[in-house]
C-alpha cells in the first residue's frame, strides 16, 4: 500500500527552537495563497513568557486575518467535559469564573486567551476524538494544526526549559505540527513538521496513528491538545 498523498503541502524549518507554532500556520497560510514572511508572522502571534506559544493564540490570529476558526480541544486542565455542549457565552463565562479560582499562571494566560479567541468569533468543540472525526476534518485535503507533546511523538528524554536533555530533571514539551493525511489500511497519518532535524529525518513523514494520537492527548500537560481547522475567507482558497 502507498502512502497517502499530500499533494504540494510545504512547510519551513523553524528558526530556533520555540517557533514551531508560527512556522506552522504559516505553511497553512501559504496552502491557502495567503503570502507573508515567516519572520513577520513570529512577530505578530503572541508568545508565552516561558517560550512558545499555543494553539489558541494561532488561531486568533487567524482570525485577525479573515479565516474562520475552529479548535477541537482535548485540554482537561482548562476545558470541563462537562462544558461540550455550552454556547459561546456561558463557555466565556466558566473561563471566567475559573480565572477567579485558580491563580496558576498558566490558566491565567490560557483563560484569557480562549476568552479572546471566543469573543473574536472562534469556535471550541469538545468531539470524540476518533478516525471518524479526523478523517471529516482533513476533507478536501485540508490541513489541519496540532498541539501536540514532542516528548512522547519523538521519544525523547524530556527536557530543562533551556531545551537541554534531562531525563530526570526535565519536563514534557509542547510541540505544533500540521496534519495532512490519514491512512486507516496502513495505520497511520502523515505530518508536516517543522522541527529539523527531527527523530524521523524529513519534514513531512508517516508515523503510526496511536502514536500520534497518544502524542496529541498529552498535549495537555503544556495546555494544548487540540486540532485546529482553519477556513480561509470566501474567494481566496
Known amino acids: 500500500m502507498n502512502p497517502p498523498s499530500t499533494g504540494s503541502f510545504e512547510i519551513l524549518a523553524q528558526p530556533d527552537e520555540v517557533t514551531c507554532g508560527p512556522t506552522s500556520l504559516h505553511a497553512v497560510y501559504r496552502h491557502y495563497g495567503l503570502q507573508i514572511e515567516l519572520e513577520q508572522l ?131 514539551s509542547g510541540h505544533f505540527v500540521v496534519l495532512l493525511a490519514r491512512s486507516p489500511e496502513r495505520q497511520t497519518v502523515t505530518l508536516a513538521d517543522p522541527y529539523a532535524p527531527n527523530p524521523f529525518g524529513a519534514l513531512i513523514y508517516e508515523v503510526a496513528e496511536y502514536r500520534f494520537l497518544a502524542a496529541l492527548y498529552l498535549g495537555v500537560l503544556t495546555f494544548d491538545a487540540n486540532l485546529i481547522v482553519l477556513e480561509p475567507p470566501t474567494g481566496t482558497a
Open 42 to 172: 513570529i512577530r505578530e502571534v503572541r508568545p508565552l513568557d516561558s517560550g512558545g506559544t499555543l494553539g489558541v493564540l494561532l488561531a486568533t490570529h487567524a482570525l485577525g486575518r479573515g479565516f474562520s476558526a475552529t479548535l477541537y480541544t482535548y485540554n482537561i486542565q482548562l476545558f470541563d467535559p462537562t462544558w461540550a455542549h455550552l454556547d459561546r457565552d456561558a463557555l466565556i463565562a466558566k473561563l471566567e469564573a475559573q480565572q477567579a479560582v485558580k491563580p496558576r499562571p498558566r490558566v491565567q494566560v490560557a483563560s484569557a486567551a480562549y476568552r479572546n479567541y471566543l469573543e473574536a468569533g472562534g469556535t471550541v468543540r469538545q468531539d470524540e476524538l476518533d478516525g471518524a472525526l479526523i478523517d471529516s476534518l482533513l476533507e478536501g485535503s485540508r490541513p489541519v494544526l496540532v498541539g501536540l507533546c514532542a516528548t512522547y511523538l519523538y521519544r525523547i528524554p524530556r527536557e530543562l526549559e533551556d531545551t537541554t536533555p534531562d531525563d530526570v530533571l526535565g519536563e514534557s
